[in-house]
């Protein structure tokens, strides 16, 4: 099972950015998916959390300019993030609760993307 993150990149403040994070491989069934993330010198953070059937929590300082959805067919979730601000550069992680079947027994585990960074320019 991979977890691939795209979409990172340079924007200027108040500018937006669409990530994406794409489950892959022998993938039984795809649980709540989320985006964290890590600026430097930072532990890594919530922003914000999404079930199977859509359900989202955010970070409360992150409400209103974060957006986060997933396409189930697809296995991927997005995070649509508007009016970018330089304390929002960070690198950011996907992270998804998977299912997978070994012979006849579902095995649910934690994965983590490779990351995707976002910098911000003030």
């Known amino acids: 099972v991979q977890l691939q993150a795209s979409g990172g990149g340079f924007v200027q403040s108040g500018g937006s950015l669409r990530l994406s994070c794409t489950a892959s491989?022998?993938?039984?069934?795809?649980?709540?998916m989320a985006w964290y993330r890590q600026a430097p010198g930072k532990q890594r953070e919530l922003v914000a959390t999404?079930?199977?059937?859509?359900?989202?929590n955010y970070a409360d300082s992150l409400k209103g300019r974060f957006t986060i959805s997933r396409d189930n067919a697809r296995r991927t979730v997005y995070l649509q993030m508007n009016d970018l601000k330089p304390e929002d550069a960070a690198v950011y992680y996907c992270?998804?609760?998977?299912?997978?079947?070994?012979?006849?027994?579902?095995?649910?585990?934690?994965?983590w993307g490779e990351g995707t960074l976002v910098t911000v320019s003030s």
């Open positions: 999404i079930t199977n059937r859509g359900i989202s």
């Open positions: 491989g022998k993938i039984f069934n795809v649980n709540d």
């Open positions: 992270r998804a609760e998977i299912g997978t079947l070994n012979i006849d027994i579902l095995e649910v585990g934690e994965y």
